[in-house]
């Protein structure tokens, strides 16, 4: 997505995902489900965890702001919104994205207004 920012559509648990990750400022993981995201720790100085019934858009870019820079990296593990990668490329950020849901990920890339290419 924009030569800038790489997004997964699949399993964000899986090594396929995973062994792709850089060390990141930031990672924000969203979710109702269960967790199997222990790597994160790993790979991100700052991991922010919440569930998906406390998620507003304006709290996302306040955390983005808070915790990361311009250019550094961002992890978004599920994509409960389809504003989020646009929100972290509005503010600069390189984004490492993914989500099960192929819809949730098409929905994420026309919202965004970036192009996508195969990996």
């Given at each position: 997505m924009g030569?800038?920012h790489?997004?997964?559509c699949?399993d964000?648990?899986s090594?396929?995902?995973?062994?792709?990750?850089?060390?990141a400022?930031?990672?924000?993981?969203?979710?109702?489900?269960?967790?199997d995201?222990?790597?994160?720790?790993e790979r991100a100085?700052?991991?922010i965890?919440?569930p998906?019934?406390?998620?507003?858009?304006?709290?996302?870019?306040?955390?983005?702001?808070?915790f990361s820079?311009?250019?550094e990296?961002?992890i978004?593990?599920w994509?409960p919104s389809?504003?989020?990668?646009?929100i972290?490329?509005k503010?600069k950020r390189?984004?490492?994205a993914g989500?099960?849901?192929?819809?949730?990920c098409?929905?994420?890339?026309?919202?965004?207004?970036?192009t996508?290419e195969?990996?």
């Amino acid at each position: 997505m924009g030569k800038q920012h790489f997004l997964f559509c699949g399993d964000t648990a899986s090594p396929q995902f995973v062994e792709r990750i850089p060390f990141a400022a930031l990672a924000i993981a969203i979710t109702s489900d269960d967790w199997d995201h222990d790597w994160l720790i790993e790979r991100a100085k700052t991991v922010i965890v919440f569930p998906e019934s406390d998620l507003k858009e304006q709290l996302i870019e306040q955390l983005i702001k808070i915790f990361s820079t311009p250019r550094e990296t961002v992890i978004f593990p599920w994509l409960p919104s389809k504003d989020m990668i646009k929100i972290a490329h509005k503010l600069k950020r390189q984004i490492f994205a993914g989500d099960p849901s192929l819809e949730r990920c098409l929905e994420a890339i026309a919202q965004s207004k970036l192009t996508s290419e195969p990996f």
